[in-house]
């Protein structure tokens, strides 16, 4: 049977981020107003000088300043101890100023990520990536949730209004993305598959999705014909790959030219997911911020 075509339509993720730093700006300042003193605070760390982190951490930087909080940034030597940085996170842990503690990933070889993220402290954890966050979440408690799930399932939801009921496939099992994601569509009510390099018949699992999450870090991995006709897409992945001319250029983990007249709704890349990561940083720092304060 010949597959209908469908208008794809584009889920504009730097709109709607935006908006989203846009009322958090006018909840700071209104907070604020109310209760004299009050101003979150983000520290973020990098280590060594990884030419995206940089940028990610620049724009985090200026975003977070923008919505009015404090931002503190430290940048470490690529060769720091791992013993300097877990003394680091304690400082900044003990930091009244400080709401949230963010260590940008990926680290250098000779410090164990997992003891980083272990070592901050839960309340100020707005990655969610403390087994406490991971935990809360799997049993539904409140948690501060990782940012970029977060950022996926507010899109979702803007989009498609309810989520219960649809079926969703999870294309990746990291701890970042994948399994985090996940958590959320399951109290979203959704029906979830995490599929990973070892699923059998892969493009058969993506082709049973209402809504698939494409999070495996492989550039154009998802093929056009993967897709249900009128599914939801979200593209997670963020990959440069080489131009013509020699320079680089961005695309997701889905063909995104072959997902179009199959898809219904298609986050693009860049320009989708991306900056919703930094936009829910910053929502999470404001709701750490409320809680470490007593703010409802
Ligand atoms: N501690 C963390 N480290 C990392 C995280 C994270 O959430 N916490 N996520 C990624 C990187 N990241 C934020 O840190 C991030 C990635 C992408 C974007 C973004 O806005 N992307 C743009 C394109 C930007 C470009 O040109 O490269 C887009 O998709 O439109 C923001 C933040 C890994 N590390």
Redesign the pocket.
Same mark, same amino acid.
């Not at 963010?102 to 990926?106: A, E, F, H, S, W």
């Not at 890349?269 to 900056?275: K, L």
């Given at each position: 049977m010949d597959t209908p075509h469908i208008e794809t339509r584009l889920i504009d #993720?730097?709109a709607f981020a935006a908006g989203l730093r846009a009322r958090i700006g006018a909840e700071v300042a209104a907070l604020g107003a109310a209760h004299p003193g009050f101003k979150p605070g983000l520290a973020v760390v990098l280590v060594g000088s990884d030419p995206?982190?940089e940028?990610?951490v620049r724009?985090?930087a200026a975003q977070t300043v923008e919505a009015g909080m404090a931002s503190f940034e430290h940048k470490l030597p690529a060769d720091t101890r791992e013993e300097d940085l877990l003394a680091l996170v304690r400082a900044l842990n003990a930091d009244p100023a400080v709401n949230g503690i963010?260590?940008?990933?990926?680290l250098p070889a000779q410090i164990d990520a997992m003891k980083v993220l272990a070592a901050i402290d839960p309340e100020k954890d707005v990655?969610g990536?403390h087994v406490i966050n991971a935990g809360r979440l799997a049993v539904g408690l409140d948690a501060l949730v990782?940012?970029?799930p977060l950022g996926c399932v507010m899109l979702l939801k803007h989009h498609l209004g309810s989520l219960s009921g649809l079926k969703a496939v999870v294309v990746g099992r990291s701890n970042?993305v994948g399994k985090p994601v996940a958590q959320l569509l399951l109290k979203e009510d959704c029906t979830v598959t995490i599929a990973h390099s070892r699923t059998r018949d892969l493009p058969g699992e993506c082709r049973h999705a209402d809504i698939l999450i494409a999070a495996v870090g492989r550039p154009e991995m998802i093929r056009g014909d993967w897709i249900k006709p009128g599914a939801t897409v979200i593209d997670v992945g963020?990959n440069r790959v080489p131009r013509e001319d020699g320079k680089t250029r961005?695309v997701g983990d889905v063909a995104f030219a072959e997902a179009q007249g199959i898809a219904g709704l298609i986050t693009p890349?860049? #320009? #989708?997911? #991306?900056?919703m990561?930094?936009a829910c940083?910053l929502a999470n720092t404001l709701t750490a911020a409320k809680r470490q304060a007593g703010i409802a």
């Open positions: #993720g730097k995206a982190s940028v990610y724009n985090k963010l260590v940008q990933l990926p990655d990536f990782p940012c970029t970042i963020i961005l890349v860049p #320009g #989708g997911v #991306g900056p990561t930094i940083l």
